[in-house]
T-cell receptor
């Protein structure tokens, strides 16, 4: 089973920030938080990942709480093309060692509306 | 451009026939994966391989088989033993040598329909 909990669906107005929450209360010290999204009938696309510090890239920002039990993906200015299912995944990563597989839950279906 | 290619995009087969889905990557990634996705559901891991000539079962391997004879290729065979093969199949690859990395790169998927 996936180790994360996400709301099944969210709506967002075009041009506004979309804030997608994720709960991962059982996360362990060597697990990173990854976010992917899947546009209908396509393969998932990597968005961002982080361990404990907040991260930002050209697509989104990732805010991880200090206790690492939850995180929020922020799309600062959502567009219609951001309509997709967003998956929050925790994954073991060990430097120079093994990596855990990505285990996908059902994700959050984000609908961006005009 | 480097990437991961799945073919065909759509595949129709009669019940009881084996069918092989192709997955090729030119990213020089060590690991490759096969996932299955049913409507409204998340992805479920079928098989994965971290090195040539070696592979491991995922959560739903029954009725499927794979091979990894080349680093670039990881074909999936859906056998007649798979009771409900109609689904969307996704292949992915990742580089295990540099961590943490960007995770997986996915193909565009093959939609298999068994009639």
């Amino acid at each position: 089973d996936a180790k994360t909990t996400q709301p099944p669906s969210m709506d967002c107005a075009e041009g506004r920030a979309a804030n997608l929450p994720c709960n991962h209360s059982t996360i362990s010290g060597n697990e990173y938080v990854y976010w992917y999204r899947q546009i209908h009938s396509q393969g998932p696309q990597y968005i961002i990942h982080g361990l404990k510090n907040n991260e930002t890239n050209e697509m989104a920002s990732l805010i991880i709480t200090e206790d690492r039990k939850s995180s929020t993906l922020i799309l600062p200015h959502a567009t219609l093309r951001d309509t997709a299912v967003y998956y929050c995944i925790v994954r073991v990563v060990v430097y120079g060692g093994s990596q855990g597989n990505l285990i996908f839950g059902k994700g959050t279906k984000l609908s961006v509306k005009p | 451009d480097g990437g991961i290619t799945q073919s065909p995009k759509y595949l129709f087969r009669k019940e009881g026939q084996n069918v092989t889905l192709s997955c090729e990557q030119n990213l020089n990634h060590d690991a490759m994966y096969w996932y299955r996705q049913d409507p409204g559901q998340g992805l479920r891991l079928i098989y994965y391989s971290q090195i040539v000539n070696d592979f491991q079962k995922g959560d739903i391997a029954e009725g499927y088989s794979v091979s990894r004879e080349k680093k670039e290729s990881f074909p999936l065979t859906v056998t007649s033993a798979q009771k409900n093969p109609t689904a969307f199949y996704l292949c992915a690859s990742s580089n295990l040598r540099h961590t943490p990395n960007y995770g997986y790169t996915f193909g565009s998927g093959t939609r298999l329909t068994v009639v």
